[in-house]
Structures are given as C-alpha cells and as structure tokens.
C-alpha cells in the first residue's frame, strides 16, 4: 500500500499528471531514501591519460597544492601555462616542484580551462568545473583528472551522451541512469586514483556543457538532483550498475552475457524494444553493416588488447562459439593460421575489433580471404540496460522518465540518494 502511494506520488511528480507538469520545473522530491555509501559529493575523472604535458588557464584566483602537505603556490590568475612532468617534477609555467601528486585548484565557481597536444598543435580548450588533480604515473608522465561535483559532471556527460534536440524526458532519464552510473562507479573504484574516464570507457563527460545541450542539460540535473535507480537485492534496497547503450536493436542483452556476473532483475535483459527504430532517420545505430576489418589490423588490435591473443598468431577466421539467450553471438572463437585458438567473449571481441566497425555483437560474420566482415548488424553498443534511442523514441510517444527507466530496467524504484 505504503508502495503504492510512494509510486503514485513518484509518477505526479515526474510529471505524468498534467497537474504537476505545470511544476515540472521544480525539482522531483523522491520520498525514499538509499545509502549508497558515499564518501564525497566529488567525483574523480579521468580526462588525460599517462600524458607528459598539458596546457591550463584560469581567470581568477587559485593555489596549487601537494595533496598530502597543503599549498606549493597561488596566484591571482593564472595564463595559458604548460604543466608537465620531468625527472620526477612537476612545472606549472615557470615554477617546479617535487611532488608525487599536484591539485591545482580555482576559487570556487571559477572555471579551469585545459588544452592538450594534438598532433603537434594545441587542442580546442575545454572548460572545466572544480578542480584537476595530476597523480605521477612516471617519472615523465601523469593522469589528469577533474575532480567535480556529481552533479555538475552529470551534466556534462548529458550534453555529450545525447543530441542537443532529444526530449527533454529523455535527458531526464539519462540524468538519473548517468548518476547511478557514476555512483556504481563511485562506490566500486574507491581504491582506485579515478572513479570513471571521460570517454565511452564509462561515460563520454565534455565538462561543463555548451552549446544547445547545455540548457536541457541543467534542466533534468535540477530536475531530478539526487535521484537513482535502486532495485530490492536479497540484502536490501541497492544501487546497480545502470549500463546503458546507444541502440539495443530491438532486444536487450542481459548483463551476464557480456560481463562474468550474475544476472539481477533490472540487468536480466530480454526487454523487447523498437523504439530505437528512430535511429535509422539519422544513424546506422539500429541496423548496419556491411563493415570489414583486415585480418592483418584484426590480429594488431587483438593482440593488443589480449597479449595472450599473439599464441594465435595471424587471424585465419572468426566463428560464433556460443549464443544468448536473445540469439546474440555470446562468445566468438578466433582461430590462427597456426591452429591454435582463442575464445572471447563477444562483447571483448567487439571492443577489440573496433566498436565503430563492428557496431554490436548482434550481427552475422563472413570470413573473407583477407577481411572479416559483418554484416546484417543490429544495435549499437552492448544492448544492455538503457536503450539511449529507445529511450528517445519513447519520450517522442509521451513517456515520461520514470516509465521509460521503469522499462528499460525491469523492477528498478527511483529513489533519493541524497
Ligand atoms: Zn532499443
């Protein structure tokens, strides 16, 4: 009954009551609670990886720091400047220091602008919220990341995940599936120097957002500030890792055929979707192919990401070993010219092959003399969870955020985490 009630007033106030859609810009109160086990409002992003130098600019004042021993400089603002790393030092512009770790730190509410080499020239600058934190990886070399505010970085990946003229429902839902997201993250890689990578290892994060995106952007962050999605796991109500994708094809993949865990309610897949239909106006996202990879490149990029993969020597052909329950290739065997063989799970496979050749695991393979082809593609990305089209084609059809996250993710409440 208490459900009940809690559901009804969780639908008025995501705005499925018209009453309420006149309030929708208020933001949504969430009546429940759920620990989600956070130790900061902070999250940690990496935005450069084993980089040696980098450039950043602030307008206004702000202090450089050693983490573990306080303050090694401040300013009053800080030019375009070259931060790097040499025998063991850092430079920020003129000034050095020894230091395994270096924040540089802008007043608060005072934007950080970084700039990285790019083929021999300056990138474009990115702005970011908060501040950067360069941790040694080398004596040469170090990690960049931002650490910002969660909602703040929502916002960002909203503005990179989705297209600027997507309903606002639909950022809406991604708001809350990109903050559980980064919660799981959060909360799983505490013992790890980053949280998430500001590409589509985790999520794609352009800090602080630009451009059309950026209204609709702080409008479904407000919006829904502090809500996750939670399931009712034999220990209680938790958090889950909200995976989401471009485009499922028209089925979702359970969580366990792409990754060695059990499956839970809202990951089970088999959610049958066609929304993401509306794709094909703009994209190859819901059906594509053909594409082909070398098998010369095919066996430079398996080797590179599974050095195991080199007992095969060069890649003679590529079967499916197994399938999904939704007929999916599960795992992709990969034979040698030598004989020798290696099984990958297809998911593995894909990411190693190209996730831009091979858009899905969901498609049929062709063995060429000298390519490998896919063909009759579904889908784009690992069809589980969150269908990001699917999502859209819904909200076109007057869904609102709370239904289409209900749908996606079978069993899932939203609830307040802070
Ligand atoms: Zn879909």
Request: proline share 5%; aromatic share 8%; with cysteine.
């Given at each position: 009954m208490i459900r009940r009630f809690m559901l009804a007033l969780l639908v008025c106030v995501l705005g499925a009551w018209p009453a309420c859609r006149e309030r929708a810009e208020r933001p949504a109160q969430v009546p429940r609670q759920?620990?989600?086990?956070?130790?900061?409002?902070?999250?940690?992003?990496?935005?450069?990886?084993?980089v040696n130098e980098f450039q950043v600019r602030i307008d206004g004042p702000y202090v450089v720091r050693n983490p573990a021993t306080g303050v090694l400089g401040k300013g009053s603002e800080l030019p375009w400047s070259k931060v790097s790393r040499s025998t063991g030092d850092f430079t920020v512009g003129d000034?050095?220091?020894?230091?395994?770790?270096?924040?540089?730190?802008?007043?608060?509410?005072?934007?950080?602008l970084i700039s990285r080499p790019e083929g021999g020239k300056w990138s474009s600058p990115i702005a970011y919220a908060g501040f950067i934190r360069c941790p040694r990886r080398t004596a040469t070399t170090m990690n960049v990341i931002n650490v910002v505010d969660i909602e703040r970085y929502v916002a960002g990946v909203l503005a990179r995940e989705l297209y600027a003229d997507f309903?606002?429902?639909?950022?809406?839902?991604?708001?809350?599936?990109?903050?559980t997201y980064a919660l799981w993250q959060m909360a799983t890689n505490a013992h790890r120097a980053y949280d998430v990578r500001a590409t589509e290892a985790s999520q794609v994060y352009g800090g602080i957002p630009t451009g059309p995106a950026a209204r609709?952007?702080?409008d479904a962050v407000v919006h829904t500030r502090g809500i996750v999605c939670t399931w009712t796991s034999p220990q209680g109500e938790r958090i889950?890792?909200?995976?989401?994708?471009?485009?499922?094809?028209?089925r979702t993949q359970a969580v366990s055929d792409m990754l060695d865990v059990e499956d839970i309610t809202p990951l089970a897949g088999g959610?049958?979707?066609?929304?993401?239909?509306?794709a094909q106006r703009r994209t190859s996202a819901?059906?594509?192919?053909?594409?082909?990879?070398?098998?010369?490149?095919?066996?430079r990029r398996l080797a590179r990401r599974f050095p195991s993969a080199r007992s095969i020597g060069t890649v003679d052909r590529i079967e499916v070993a197994s399938r999904a329950k939704s007929g999916r290739p599960a795992r992709i065997r990969v034979i040698g010219t030598n004989g020798r063989q290696k099984t990958l799970r297809a998911e593995q496979f894909r990411l190693a092959a190209g996730a831009r050749v091979m858009r899905s695991s969901d498609c049929e393979i062709v063995n060429g003399p000298s390519h490998i082809q896919f063909t009759h593609g579904k889908g784009f990305g690992h069809g589980v969870g969150l269908c990001q089209w699917g999502m859209e084609g819904q909200a076109l059809l007057g869904r609102q955020a709370g239904q289409i996250l209900k749908f996606y993710y079978p069993g899932m409440h939203l609830t307040r985490a802070y």
């Amino acid at each position: 009954m208490i459900r009940r009630f809690m559901l009804a007033l969780l639908v008025c106030v995501l705005g499925a009551w018209p009453a309420c859609r006149e309030r929708a810009e208020r933001p949504a109160q969430v009546p429940r609670q759920v620990h989600v086990g956070m130790r900061s409002r902070n999250i940690r992003v990496l935005i450069l990886s084993q980089v040696n130098e980098f450039q950043v600019r602030i307008d206004g004042p702000y202090v450089v720091r050693n983490p573990a021993t306080g303050v090694l400089g401040k300013g009053s603002e800080l030019p375009w400047s070259k931060v790097s790393r040499s025998t063991g030092d850092f430079t920020v512009g003129d000034r050095r220091w020894t230091a395994g770790t270096i924040d540089i730190v802008p007043e608060e509410g005072t934007r950080i602008l970084i700039s990285r080499p790019e083929g021999g020239k300056w990138s474009s600058p990115i702005a970011y919220a908060g501040f950067i934190r360069c941790p040694r990886r080398t004596a040469t070399t170090m990690n960049v990341i931002n650490v910002v505010d969660i909602e703040r970085y929502v916002a960002g990946v909203l503005a990179r995940e989705l297209y600027a003229d997507f309903q606002i429902e639909t950022y809406r839902a991604q708001a809350v599936a990109a903050r559980t997201y980064a919660l799981w993250q959060m909360a799983t890689n505490a013992h790890r120097a980053y949280d998430v990578r500001a590409t589509e290892a985790s999520q794609v994060y352009g800090g602080i957002p630009t451009g059309p995106a950026a209204r609709k952007a702080y409008d479904a962050v407000v919006h829904t500030r502090g809500i996750v999605c939670t399931w009712t796991s034999p220990q209680g109500e938790r958090i889950f890792c909200t995976y989401y994708s471009s485009a499922c094809g028209g089925r979702t993949q359970a969580v366990s055929d792409m990754l060695d865990v059990e499956d839970i309610t809202p990951l089970a897949g088999g959610v049958q979707c066609n929304y993401c239909r509306i794709a094909q106006r703009r994209t190859s996202a819901y059906r594509w192919g053909p594409a082909s990879v070398s098998k010369a490149e095919l066996t430079r990029r398996l080797a590179r990401r599974f050095p195991s993969a080199r007992s095969i020597g060069t890649v003679d052909r590529i079967e499916v070993a197994s399938r999904a329950k939704s007929g999916r290739p599960a795992r992709i065997r990969v034979i040698g010219t030598n004989g020798r063989q290696k099984t990958l799970r297809a998911e593995q496979f894909r990411l190693a092959a190209g996730a831009r050749v091979m858009r899905s695991s969901d498609c049929e393979i062709v063995n060429g003399p000298s390519h490998i082809q896919f063909t009759h593609g579904k889908g784009f990305g690992h069809g589980v969870g969150l269908c990001q089209w699917g999502m859209e084609g819904q909200a076109l059809l007057g869904r609102q955020a709370g239904q289409i996250l209900k749908f996606y993710y079978p069993g899932m409440h939203l609830t307040r985490a802070y």
